[in-house]
């Protein structure tokens, strides 16, 4: 069961339930009995084919609106919100949840799109450092559905708002003496996160304005290009197993697809963390440039990918990316029980308490 719908369909009963929110939400026409695994691929599914209008006074409405959710939930598929990008300028995506009224919520993810040129750039915006908790992965990939649903977007710049980090990765308080419950739904979500962004049909370039380490380094190649800040002291790499962790196949296949076999194994058997002269050698980074010119210099180069015909670009890159993908879709679940079977091991709750311990100890 994929967790982000599922949250999403709790969200949405409480709006049914409750006459103090505002009903701004969309429903999909599908009916249960059209939703399969089959027809709901990243593919098909389109802003035109899913979304239309519902009214939230409508008792039969809301029923058929909640359980095409739980069918899609089922089905391993975010919850598909609402357009609400502004045509006549850039304009800040507000947070993707379904809220009461006077009850405002701290976003981890700002989003700036200009319709103009057909660009969003996706700031993440949760200090100190980015990690990457169950709510901004969730935020991360619904506001990709998002741009992706919106039909004045065609490229994404993913960078950061914090000084001297892209993103630390994976947060390992979702990890560390957690229930084995929580630790399915938290890998569920980075699952879902990655399928979303290393599958999108959209131009995606990472502006990576500081250090990105293991998940970090995930977001980072998942994308379509990369430009780092020249700065030695950045950092970017796939480190898991200095922290006891083994980095799962889907983050080996999505490096190995960047850099090379060989140089993945060093890599990850090493746990190395290249600086950004290194990262641009062996072909982990595309781009090296000053840290003020780092966005700017992803805007201009999305402009050259944007001058490809998009239905060829797009073709290939599903043509190059999909046996990655199908990888993981049709082993979800075993790779799911994989990785809560690893992490809850004493050992390893040991390892990640000692690094813990270290990072308190530094910060003190």
């Known amino acids: 069961m994929h967790i982000t719908a599922v949250k999403f369909t709790t969200k949405l009963q409480s709006v049914v339930d409750s006459s103090s929110v505002t009903p701004t939400l969309t429903a999909s026409t599908l009916t249960a009995s059209t939703l399969t695994a089959s027809t709901l691929t990243a593919s098909t599914l389109t802003a035109s084919t899913l979304l239309h209008p519902l009214s939230l006074s409508d008792v039969s409405l809301r029923d058929s609106m909640a359980n ?3 069918r899609l939930s089922k089905c391993g598929v975010a919850g598909f919100l609402p357009q609400v990008f502004s045509r006549h300028g850039p304009r800040t995506l507000p947070h993707l949840v379904c809220q ?10 700002k989003v700036d799109l200009d319709p103009s040129t057909g660009v969003a750039v996706m700031r993440m915006q949760s200090p100190p450092v980015n990690s990457l908790n169950l709510d901004l992965l969730t935020e991360f990939t619904t506001t990709l559905e998002k741009l ?4 004045s977007c065609r490229g994404v710049i993913i960078t950061s708002s914090l000084p001297k980090i892209f993103s630390a990765g994976l947060d390992i308080l979702e990890m560390y003496q957690t229930s084995p419950e929580h630790c399915g739904e938290f890998w569920r979500a980075v699952q879902e996160m990655w399928l979303k962004l290393y599958g999108s049909k959209l131009t995606t370039i990472a502006a990576i304005n500081g250090s990105s380490p293991a998940g970090g380094c995930l977001v980072s190649i998942s994308c379509d290009y990369r430009v780092m800040a020249d700065n ?13 962790i083994v980095a799962p196949y889907w983050f080996k296949d999505t490096m190995a697809n960047t850099v090379g076999h ?9 746990g190395r963390l290249y600086s950004a002269p290194e990262a641009l050698k062996i072909g982990l980074v595309d781009e090296l440039v000053p840290e003020d010119q780092v966005v700017t210099t992803a805007a201009q ?11 060829a670009r797009q073709v290939t890159k599903a043509m190059m990316r999909k046996p990655t993908i199908d ?19 004493a050992s390893v709750q040991k390892s990640l308490g000692m690094y813990l311990k270290m990072l308190k100890n530094r910060k003190g």
């Open 148 to 151: 992706e649903l919106d039909k």
């Open 327 to 345: 990888k993981l879709l049709s082993n979800r679940e075993a790779d799911v029980d994989n990785f809560v079977s690893f992490i809850t091991q």
């Open 100 to 109: 009461k009224r006077n009850n405002s919520t701290s976003s981890k993810i």
């Open 232 to 244: 030695p002291r950045y950092s970017i790499g796939l480190n898991e197993t200095l922290l006891g």
């Open 262 to 270: 060989r140089t993945t194994e060093l890599a990850l058997a090493l």
């Open 301 to 311: 180069t999305m402009g050259q990918w944007l001058a490809i015909d998009e239905h």
């Open 68 to 70: 095409a959710l739980r």
